[in-house]
Every structure is written in structure tokens, then in C-alpha cells.
């Protein structure tokens, strides 16, 4: 007779899977236009830099690039990161840096790190849904902070720390996901002034901040004195280079970063070789910064044709912001409307968005959806908010 198989772990059945994965695949069709997933766009990448750099690397260092790595990241591109980020304001050196698979992975290592089952994480509401599905997985309990126009509300969140003692903070402060808001710096200072007060770990996620098209660039919230002790800075290349790279990183105080390398270790050891040595090299010969002004360019097009049509797409009353970065435009249908059920609707027009009610970690709004601009031309985006409206009338 057969035993029973064991059954899953209870945090591996506890947490839903994402929902927008799962909109992704309903919408692969070609003949969607779809405004639900962030993907930056193909036809910008930078192939032939890109391609250059994984064959020089290959032609002259072919032994280091197909062997195993160091944890921490090769040096060379630790040293250009750190060297990136000095220049963007926040000093940095090589050895405050851990290279990471992708910014979700310093993600999960810092949840590995932090994180014991039933600890409180505080997050803004919504956030990022990717986020939320890490800290459920940990078995840690998320509370969230009341967010406005401008992001997180910093007298909320020193109520909630003294209220639940939480363990962190996880924030993205610059044209968050799914808001595409952008927390002014006096807010950012007083955010850094509640962890010194009360101890809190800040987990600064910031996958956006290069990619700003309007107004000005405002502070890390690692760069205040008050939370240099205490604040993890973590992003990655996905979204300035490719995502299919999977290369990002985590500037973090040493312990802390001790501690993730030690979860590094035991999740996949290193980094892709090859990968983390392209990336570096493609730094040291290609101009990122030009690259990056033509991302820019074309997003803050695209942009701002998705904000010229949402008045005749969306149906009347309906609100929208008017991010000046990132990825998305957050937007509420009237009061009574349900995102999630027009989306259906919305699919069978051949077009899509998110449904913004997976995100919040509190109560959900159900007329709220994300709609991303960066992955569509202007002449797609005019066309795929014509399809819109038709399905949400």
C-alpha cells in the first residue's frame, strides 16, 4: 500500500500567484495591445552594444566568463555601479554593493535576511505586487501605511511603527509601481527620521529613478544621515539595459549585507559569470547615459500620448495621475465601476490592464487600474485607448 505524498509547505499554498503574470499570458496574443505588464520596449534595447560586449568578454576572457563567481559580484562591476551611483548623488564603494539576479532576487535575499514568520513589514498602499508575494512567503505580516497623491503619509507611519513595531519598511519612492507616484523630499527626510527614532529597517526599491522625463530628481532616502545606518538601496539593470539580463544589486550596511550573501550562497551561489562580466564591460565601452537619453525620449512620447486619450478612453469621472517617470499611470474608474470585471470585457476588445485592486495589502479599491505606456508606440497606444473605450462604455 502507498503512502500518502506530503503535503506543501503551508507558505507555498498561501500565496496566491500573480495575477498579472497571469494577464500576461491571457494577452500574448498579437493582436492585443496590452497596457498591463511593465516590459520595457524590445525595439529600444541595445542589441548590438549589448551583443558586442557579450562577445568581447567571451573573445578575451572566455576562462573567467565561463567560470564560477565570487557571491558578492564581480569587481569590476561592483566598481561601476558604485561609480554610477556616486555620481547620481548617494557615495558609494565597490564593497557596499552585492550583485543580485535581477532586483527581485535582492529582494527575497533581503527577506531571507531580515524576515522571521509573523514579523510586521510596513508597505505604502497599493505597492508593489511582486513585494507583497516575497513577504507572504516569509510567513511576515504586512501592514500598510495610508498613502495620498504624493505616496506614503509619514505621520501614518510613525503611528503604525509604534502601534506594530515592525521589523522594515519597503518603499519606492520614485515613480512607484504600480502609482507611477513620487514622494516629495520632505517626506523622504521624515521617513528617514521615523527609522532613526524607532529602529526600522527601510527597504528603498528603486527600479525607476533613471527613467524620469519631467521635474527634478529628488533624494535617496539612504543618502540622509538619519537612515545611512539603517536603509537598503536596491535596483538593477533590468530596466536601463534589459530585463532578460537578470543583473541588479543591493547597496546595503555590512552586516545586513554579510547576511545576504550568506542567503546568496544557498539560493544559487553567484550571479551568472558571463552576464555580470558583459554588463561591465558593455559599461566601460558603450555610453549608457546616451542610451538612456534615447529611452527617455521615447517614453516621455508615449507617456504623454497615453495621458492625451485617457479623457476619451476612460468613462466620465474617472481620475488618472500625471507621473513624471517610470512606468505607469495609476487611474480609478468612477464609484460602482470594477476594473477587474471590465477587464474581461476589455480582452475580448483585444486590448488590457491590470486591475488594480492585487495590490493593496489593506483594503482594495476596486475601480482602480495601472495602465503602462513604455512597451507601445504612440500610434499603438492612440489605438489600443480607442478599444478601451468601447469596452468600458
Same mark, same amino acid.
Given at each position: 500500500?502507498?503512502?500518502?505524498?506530503?503535503?506543501?509547505?503551508?507558505?507555498?499554498?498561501?500565496?496566491?500567484?500573480?495575477?498579472?503574470?497571469?494577464?500576461?499570458?491571457?494577452?500574448?496574443?498579437?493582436?492585443?495591445?496590452? @497596457?498591463?505588464?511593465?516590459?520595457?520596449? =524590445?525595439?529600444? @534595447?541595445?542589441?548590438?552594444?549589448?551583443?558586442?560586449? @557579450?562577445?568581447?568578454?567571451?573573445?578575451?576572457?572566455?576562462?573567467?566568463?565561463?567560470?564560477?563567481?565570487?557571491?558578492? %559580484?564581480?569587481?569590476?562591476?561592483?566598481?561601476?555601479?558604485?561609480?554610477?551611483?556616486?555620481?547620481?548623488?548617494?557615495?558609494?564603494?565597490?564593497?557596499?554593493?552585492?550583485?543580485?539576479? %535581477?532586483?527581485?532576487?535582492?529582494?527575497?535575499?533581503?527577506?531571507?535576511?531580515?524576515?522571521?514568520?509573523?514579523?510586521?513589514?510596513?508597505?505604502?498602499?497599493?505597492?508593489?505586487?511582486?513585494?507583497?508575494?516575497?513577504?507572504?512567503?516569509?510567513?511576515?505580516?504586512?501592514?500598510?501605511?495610508?498613502?495620498?497623491?504624493?505616496?506614503?503619509?509619514?505621520?501614518?507611519?510613525?503611528?503604525?511603527?509604534?502601534?506594530?513595531?515592525?521589523?522594515?519598511?519597503?518603499?519606492?519612492?520614485?515613480?512607484?509601481?504600480?502609482?507611477?507616484?513620487?514622494?516629495?523630499?520632505?517626506?523622504?527626510?521624515?521617513?528617514?527620521?521615523?527609522?532613526?527614532?524607532?529602529?526600522?529597517?527601510?527597504?528603498?526599491? #528603486?527600479?525607476?529613478?533613471?527613467?524620469?522625463?519631467?521635474?527634478?530628481?529628488?533624494?535617496?532616502?539612504?543618502?540622509?544621515?538619519?537612515?545611512?545606518?539603517?536603509?537598503?538601496?536596491?535596483?538593477?539593470?533590468?530596466?536601463?539595459?534589459?530585463?532578460?539580463?537578470?543583473?541588479?544589486?543591493?547597496?546595503?550596511?555590512?552586516?545586513?549585507?554579510?547576511?545576504?550573501?550568506?542567503?546568496?550562497?544557498?539560493?544559487?551561489?553567484?550571479?551568472?559569470?558571463?552576464?555580470?562580466?558583459?554588463?561591465?564591460?558593455?559599461?566601460?565601452?558603450?555610453?549608457?547615459?546616451?542610451?538612456?537619453?534615447?529611452?527617455?525620449?521615447?517614453?516621455?512620447?508615449?507617456? #504623454?500620448?497615453?495621458?492625451?486619450?485617457?479623457?476619451?478612453?476612460? =468613462?466620465?469621472?474617472?481620475?488618472?495621475?500625471?507621473?513624471?517617470?517610470?512606468?505607469?499611470?495609476?487611474?480609478?474608474?468612477?464609484?460602482?465601476? #470594477?476594473?477587474?470585471?471590465?477587464?474581461?470585457?476589455?480582452?475580448?476588445?483585444?486590448?488590457?490592464?491590470?486591475?488594480?485592486?492585487? @495590490?493593496?495589502?489593506?483594503?482594495?479599491?476596486?475601480?482602480?487600474?495601472?495602465?503602462?505606456?513604455?512597451?507601445?508606440? =504612440?500610434?499603438?497606444?492612440?489605438?489600443?485607448?480607442?478599444?478601451?473605450?468601447?469596452?468600458?462604455?
Amino acid at each position: 500500500m502507498r503512502a500518502d505524498v506530503p503535503d506543501l509547505a503551508t507558505r507555498a499554498t498561501s500565496v496566491a500567484g500573480s495575477p498579472v503574470r497571469d494577464i500576461l499570458a491571457l494577452t500574448a496574443r498579437p493582436e492585443v495591445i496590452s @497596457f498591463a505588464g511593465g516590459l520595457p520596449a =524590445p525595439e529600444l @534595447f541595445d542589441t548590438e552594444g549589448v551583443s558586442a560586449a @557579450f562577445r568581447n568578454v567571451l573573445a578575451e576572457a572566455p576562462r573567467q566568463a565561463m567560470q564560477y563567481s565570487t557571491t558578492e %559580484g564581480d569587481t569590476g562591476l561592483r566598481a561601476a555601479t558604485a561609480a554610477r551611483l556616486t555620481a547620481r548623488g548617494l557615495p558609494t564603494g565597490a564593497d557596499q554593493l552585492l550583485v543580485t539576479s %535581477g532586483s527581485q532576487q535582492a529582494l527575497s535575499l533581503l527577506t531571507a535576511a531580515l524576515l522571521e514568520p509573523g514579523d510586521v513589514v510596513l508597505v505604502e498602499n497599493p505597492s508593489y505586487l511582486a513585494a507583497l508575494q516575497c513577504f507572504g512567503l516569509a510567513g511576515a505580516r504586512v501592514v500598510p501605511v495610508p498613502s495620498d497623491d504624493d505616496g506614503l503619509d509619514p505621520v501614518a507611519l510613525a503611528e503604525l511603527v509604534t502601534a506594530h513595531r515592525p521589523k522594515a519598511l519597503y518603499t519606492i519612492p520614485t515613480f512607484q509601481n504600480p502609482t507611477g507616484r513620487t514622494l516629495p523630499a520632505e517626506r523622504r527626510r521624515a521617513v528617514a527620521a521615523v527609522a532613526e527614532r524607532h529602529g526600522l529597517w527601510i527597504v528603498e526599491d #528603486d527600479p525607476y529613478g533613471e527613467l524620469r522625463y519631467s521635474g527634478e530628481p529628488q533624494p535617496w532616502i539612504a543618502s540622509y544621515p538619519e537612515a545611512a545606518d539603517r536603509t537598503v538601496l536596491i535596483g538593477s539593470y533590468s530596466k536601463t539595459m534589459s530585463p532578460g539580463l537578470r543583473v541588479g544589486w543591493l547597496r546595503a550596511p555590512a552586516a545586513l549585507r554579510r547576511a545576504c550573501v550568506v542567503a546568496k550562497q544557498a539560493a544559487d551561489l553567484h550571479t551568472p559569470t558571463v552576464v555580470q562580466l558583459a554588463v561591465a564591460r558593455y559599461l566601460a565601452d558603450a555610453d549608457l547615459g546616451a542610451h538612456l537619453g534615447r529611452v527617455r525620449d521615447a517614453y516621455r512620447e508615449r507617456r #504623454d500620448a497615453l495621458l492625451a486619450g485617457l479623457p476619451e478612453a476612460l =468613462p466620465e469621472g474617472s481620475r488618472w495621475n500625471e507621473p513624471e517617470g517610470g512606468m505607469f499611470v495609476w487611474a480609478s474608474l468612477p464609484h460602482g465601476h #470594477d476594473a477587474t470585471d471590465r477587464l474581461r470585457v476589455a480582452v475580448r476588445h483585444d486590448v488590457a490592464y491590470v486591475p488594480g485592486a492585487p @495590490f493593496f495589502a489593506g483594503d482594495p479599491d476596486p475601480a482602480a487600474l495601472r495602465l503602462s505606456f513604455v512597451t507601445h508606440t =504612440p500610434e499603438e497606444i492612440g489605438e489600443g485607448l480607442r478599444r478601451l473605450a468601447r469596452a468600458l462604455r
